[in-house]
C-alpha cells in the first residue's frame, strides 16, 4: 500500500480502519500516533447545531501533499494518513484524522502534530456555522497561525 | 483564458464561484487583476478587501506580485479555517 494517503470525502471514517490500515503497513514500526478532529458544539461564546466545510478540490490534496513531505524531510516516517471531511456536519461528528507511523513515539508525535498545525492554517478548507443568530463563516484564529511558528 | 475561482465567503458574497476571462489589457500581476476586478461594484469592492485575503495561481498560493500570462487558474479566497 501507499505510504501516504490523503482523501477529501463527505462521508463519515472509520478510525479502526485508518489505525488498521497504518499498523498492517510495515514491521518497522514501534508506533502509531492519531489524532481526531471533532465538531463541537461551541465556538466564540456560542452554541453551534451544523457545520458545513467547503473546500478547493485539487489544491486541498497538494497543500496536504506538501506538508506530509516535510513531515517526512524532518522525520522518521513510515505511513502517514490524511482523512479529512467536508459538507455538512452535527455535534461530535469525525472531522479530520491524522495517522502517523514510525520507528520511533518521538518523531510519530512530533509529524502528528506538525501536520495538523499546518493543515489548520495552509489547507484550502473553510467552515460555515449555524448558531441561534444565524449562519456564519468561522474566522481564522491568531492562535492557530503562531502554533505553526513553533516548528 | 484566466479561470477565476471564488471560495467560502467570497463566493456567496460575490454570487459566483468561477468565471472565464481574457486577460484584460494592461494586467500582468494578481494585484493588477484583484484591483481590476475590485472597480465593478461595492460588492466586489468589499469582498476583495476582506482581510488576509489569498490568491493562489495554479493552485498554489502565490503573492500579490505574481506575474500573470493569461492561462492560468487564478483563485481568491479568504483565511483558511478547516481542521
Redesign the interface.
Given at each position: 500500500m501507499s505510504p501516504t494517503f490523503i482523501q477529501v470525502q463527505s462521508e463519515d471514517f472509520s478510525h479502526d480502519e485508518q489505525y488498521t490500515a497504518l499498523r498492517n503497513d510495515c514491521p518497522k514500526i514501534g508506533a502509531i500516533v492519531t489524532f481526531c478532529?471533532l465538531m463541537r458544539d461551541f465556538n466564540d461564546g456560542d452554541s453551534v447545531s451544523v457545520l458545513e466545510?467547503?473546500?478547493?478540490p485539487?489544491?486541498t490534496e497538494?497543500v496536504l501533499a506538501e506538508i506530509i513531505d516535510q513531515a517526512r524531510v524532518r522525520w522518521q516516517l513510515e505511513g502517514v494518513r490524511v482523512v479529512?471531511r467536508i459538507g455538512v456536519m452535527a455535534p461530535s461528528d469525525q472531522?479530520?484524522f491524522v495517522g502517523v507511523s514510525s520507528a520511533h513515539r518521538v518523531d510519530a508525535f512530533a509529524a502528528c502534530e506538525f501536520i495538523?498545525d499546518f493543515?489548520?492554517?495552509?489547507?484550502?478548507?473553510?467552515?460555515?456555522e449555524n448558531t441561534r443568530d444565524g449562519q456564519r463563516?468561522?474566522?481564522?484564529k491568531d492562535s492557530d497561525n503562531s502554533a505553526t511558528e513553533r516548528w | 483564458m484566466l479561470n477565476i475561482?471564488y471560495?467560502?465567503?467570497l463566493r456567496e458574497d460575490l454570487g459566483s464561484d468561477q468565471e472565464d476571462l481574457a486577460l484584460p489589457e494592461g494586467i500582468t500581476t494578481t494585484a493588477e487583476l484583484r484591483d481590476l476586478l475590485m472597480t465593478r461594484g461595492e460588492q466586489w469592492q468589499q469582498a476583495l478587501s476582506t482581510a488576509?485575503l489569498l490568491v493562489?495561481v495554479n493552485?498554489?498560493?502565490s503573492d500579490w506580485s505574481s506575474k500573470l500570462k493569461g492561462d492560468e487558474e487564478v483563485?481568491f479566497?479568504?483565511?483558511?479555517?478547516?481542521?
Open positions: 478532529g466545510l467547503e473546500h478547493y485539487g489544491m497538494k479529512h472531522i479530520v495538523m493543515l489548520k492554517t495552509r489547507a484550502p478548507f473553510w467552515k460555515k463563516w468561522v474566522d481564522a | 475561482l471560495f467560502a465567503r488576509g493562489a493552485q498554489e498560493v483563485a479566497f479568504p483565511p483558511v479555517t478547516g481542521g
